[in-house]
């Protein structure tokens, strides 16, 4: 999951913003984007207070990466993101998102746009660390042009209570696979996920993997919508530790060409006694044997 | 170093072990014979305190300790390990970070054939040899006092049961270790020389020989129900 020497231009800590401009990408804030761009005003129609524009308009050969901190305690921070590459572009993008310190209960609050032009890709790393008393809430919308790519990674070993909300619209041979790697200990998580294949050979590939402990309660649903000849795949595994947690996956396959193929596969499960008393067999205590075992079901 | 006295074990309820006695001295090789479901691996999961295998009477000593009650992990901090005849596959975690985990000593085996093993993750897809070499690896990384070897010579070709055995002499039985054999084919028996040699029928230990040699004779002759016949003879 790491990517080596990534350039930090956007970074927001609470409400202060410290931005750095690179050759060959553009960086503003979005309201300052919204006045002076048109397509920024076609996706937002009211000017956004906080956030990001990136364009990335020429070829970068190294990783871009943003940052939004809470420091302050019950901070709100509403991000409106626009993200664009342009065609041709391949980029690679590392997001960060935390609070700085335990029991803010803060909020953040992040939304936007990726748009991916023809020919394009995007390989994104996108890591949360936040704390059972915040709440975290994300609306992210991707387009792909034509033959535009996304590699998505996301992981959160310290989600908070988190709605996250992902719509992807994919045209003729574009392709994304998305990654979503969440450990919650002590909180609610509503994951959603809808990729429409509205183009000819266009192709979606979904993984989730979410353990849930204690208290936590998860849901997620993931849908593929094939309006097209395209294929898909949602992957969906669950690991439940405690008697209290809940996991609910629900993949949705919508079929409404012939020719696209959508399938999935989805389970939930506990820890195997087997593996824990092998592990335990190996001098580990059952604390280090479970993490030892969540470590590998959320990188295996 | 380990002595087991009127053990009774239940496994869910069922009794598997009645009334077995076991003493097994320091840096001995002990080899327990024994045909399918007599109960040769509830032993080993006993000794090693996996928690189903219900101890219901007597006792197990391990260098004057009551194990009765201890958990799996603090058997293992105490020297006792155990090669798992069928062990877990465990996704996403690379026998180099178990090893990492657990060693109390800092292993360097070069194994011809086995050299990608850590980077591959445990059992996964792992070949029956892998899995025998797999085993002896974390056994030798833990340092044990008494290793139980379950049935770790079922199912490997001479060259590879030539490999283990090398492996068992080189970085076990040098360092004083103590050695619990499990096995029903009795291969490794002719590469490693037990000290002593029981059988094992219906729970119980009805046969102790040091002349290993002769108790395989009368298993492969007569089968195993002959050693309970010959008791007194075999000795």
New interface residues.
């Given amino acids: 999951m790491v990517m080596k020497n990534a350039k930090n231009v956007y970074h927001q800590i609470d409400e202060i913003v410290k931005i750095l401009q690179i050759k060959g990408v553009k960086v503003l804030a979005i309201s300052e984007a919204w006045e002076k761009y048109r397509i920024v005003r076609k996706y937002f129609e009211k000017k956004p207070k906080n956030g990001f524009f990136i364009w990335v308009k020429k070829q970068i050969n190294f990783p871009i990466s943003t940052c939004l901190e809470i420091s302050k305690e019950k901070f709100k921070q509403e991000i409106t993101n626009l993200t664009l590459i342009e065609k041709g572009i391949r980029a690679k993008a590392l997001m960060i998102c935390s609070a700085l310190k335990k029991n803010l209960k803060c909020a953040h609050l992040a939304k936007g746009f990726i748009i991916l032009r023809r020919n394009s890709s995007l390989e994104i790393k996108h890591f949360h660390n936040w704390n059972a008393s915040d709440q975290i809430q994300m609306n992210y919308n991707f387009l792909l042009e034509k033959n535009s790519s996304v590699n998505y990674t996301f992981k959160s070993l310290n989600p908070g209570n988190v709605e996250f909300n992902t719509f992807a619209e994919l045209k003729t041979y574009a392709k994304f696979e998305k990654k979503v790697i969440m450990d919650s200990k002590n909180s609610n998580a509503n994951l959603n996920s809808t990729f429409t294949l509205s183009g000819k050979h266009s192709s979606a590939i979904s993984t989730l993997k979410v353990v849930a402990r204690n208290k936590s309660k998860v849901i997620a649903l993931n849908k593929l919508i094939g309006k097209e000849q395209s294929r898909g795949h949602l992957e969906c595994q669950g690991l439940l530790i405690g008697k209290e947690a809940k996991i609910e996956l629900i993949p949705s396959l919508i079929v409404e060409n012939r020719k696209a193929l959508l399938t999935h596969e989805a389970s939930i499960g506990k820890i195997s006694e087997a593996e824990l008393n092998y592990l335990r067999s190996r001098g580990l205590n059952e604390r280090e044997a479970i993490e030892l075992l969540v470590t590998g079901f959320l990188s295996g | 170093m380990l002595e087991i006295k009127n053990l009774e074990v239940e496994v869910e309820g069922k009794k598997i072990i009645r009334g077995l006695d076991l003493k097994i001295g320091k840096n001995e090789i002990h080899a327990l014979l024994g045909p399918n479901a007599s109960g040769k691996s509830t032993l080993a999961f006993t000794l090693?305190?996996?928690?189903?295998y219900k101890v219901v009477k007597g006792f197990i000593k391990f260098e004057g300790k009551n194990l009765n009650r201890l958990?799996?992990?603090k058997?293992?901090?105490l020297g006792i390990?155990?090669a798992?005849q069928h062990?877990?596959s465990?996704?996403?975690?690379k026998l180099g970070t178990?090893l990492q985990?657990?060693e109390k000593q800092k292993i360097e085996i070069k194994i011809p054939r086995f050299e990608k093993l850590l980077e591959r993750?445990v059992n996964v897809n792992f070949s029956g040899g892998e899995k025998r070499i797999s085993e002896l690896i974390?056994l030798i990384a833990?340092k044990p006092k008494l290793a139980i070897l379950d049935e770790l010579d079922s199912g490997l070709d001479i060259q590879t049961l030539k490999l283990a055995a090398k492996l068992i002499k080189e970085n076990l039985l040098k360092s004083g270790c103590s050695i619990l054999l499990i096995t029903h084919t009795a291969n490794i028996l002719q590469f490693l020389n037990p000290n002593k040699t029981h059988v094992m029928l219906r729970g119980k230990i009805v046969c102790s020989s040091s002349n290993w040699k002769k108790v395989w004779k009368t298993v492969k002759t007569h089968g195993y129900e002959k050693c309970e016949k010959c008791l007194s003879s075999n000795r």
């Fill in positions: 090693m305190g996996i928690p189903k958990a799996p992990e058997r293992a901090k390990a155990l798992f062990p877990p465990l996704n996403g975690i178990l985990k657990i993750e974390q833990l």
